[in-house]
T-cell receptor
C-alpha cells in the first residue's frame, strides 16, 4: 500500500494563477480531508468528504474548491492564488469516524 | 464556534524529564479526541480517546480523557531527544462525521 500520496511536493505560483493539488489513497477509505498548516496555527480544515460525490466545507474553505468523483482521489483546486494561501497543505484519509486518520506527505505552496 | 486549545504552546526539557501536555475543547457533539506527533513531515497518529476508552498507554506515552473537564492530557515519561516534535490534539464529532478540529499544537524540545 502506498497509503496517502500527494503531488506535487513543492509548488511556486504567481498571484492570480490557478492550480490543482492532487491527493490519492489506496486504502479504500471513505473519509478524506484537506488541511493547511501555518506556523503557530495547527492544522486547519479546508474541505472534507465522507464519500464519492459528497463534500463539505471546513473552517477555511474560501478560495478553494474540491470534488470527489472516486473513492481514491480528492483534488484541491486553488481558483486564483493569493499570497495568503502560502502554506503547507496536507491531505488525509480514514476509514470512518472512529478510526485513525492517515496523512499524506504534504505540499509546500508558495504564492508570490 | 468550536475551540480546541493546547497548552503550553512550547516546552523545553532535558532528557529524562517527564512532561504533561494539555488539550481542552469546547465543541458541540463531541465524539473523540485524537493525539498526533509531527516531526519534520506529516503528523503520525498516537492515540484516540472516546467515552468507551478514556485512557490509553503505549510505552512511555499515555493519555487520559476527562469528559467532565472537557480536556485531555498527554504524558511522556523519561523523555528522549527523539520525542522532540509538535504534538497536536484534534476533536471528532458525532455529527459532521468527516470533520476533525485541531488545536494549535505544542512544540516540545528535548535537550540531551
Amino acid at each position: 500500500n502506498a497509503g496517502v500520496t500527494q503531488t506535487p511536493k513543492f509548488q511556486v505560483l504567481k498571484t492570480g494563477q490557478s492550480m490543482t493539488l492532487q491527493c490519492a489513497q489506496d486504502m479504500n477509505h471513505e473519509y478524506m480531508s484537506w488541511y493547511r498548516q501555518d506556523p503557530g496555527m495547527g492544522l486547519r480544515l479546508i474541505h472534507y468528504s465522507v464519500g464519492a460525490g459528497i463534500t463539505d466545507q471546513g473552517e477555511v474553505p474560501n478560495g478553494y474548491n474540491v470534488s470527489r468523483s472516486t473513492t481514491e482521489d480528492f483534488p484541491l483546486r486553488l481558483l486564483s492564488a493569493a499570497p495568503s494561501q502560502t502554506s503547507v497543505y496536507f491531505c488525509a484519509s480514514r476509514e470512518g469516524p472512529v478510526y485513525e486518520q492517515y496523512f499524506g506527505p504534504g505540499t509546500r505552496l508558495t504564492v508570490t | 464556534e468550536d475551540k480546541v486549545v493546547q497548552s503550553p504552546l512550547s516546552l523545553v526539557v532535558h532528557e529524562g524529564d517527564t512532561v504533561t501536555l494539555n488539550c481542552s475543547y469546547e465543541v458541540t457533539n463531541f465524539r473523540s479526541l485524537l493525539w498526533y506527533k509531527q516531526e519534520k513531515k506529516a503528523p503520525t497518529f498516537l492515540f484516540m480517546l472516546t467515552s468507551s476508552g478514556i485512557e490509553k498507554k503505549s510505552g512511555r506515552l499515555s493519555s487520559i480523557l476527562d469528559k467532565k473537564e472537557l480536556s485531555s492530557i498527554l504524558n511522556i515519561t523519561a523523555t528522549q531527544t527523539g520525542d522532540s516534535a509538535i504534538y497536536l490534539c484534534a476533536v471528532g464529532y458525532i455529527t459532521s462525521y468527516g470533520k476533525l478540529t485541531f488545536g494549535q499544537g505544542t512544540i516540545l524540545t528535548v535537550h540531551p
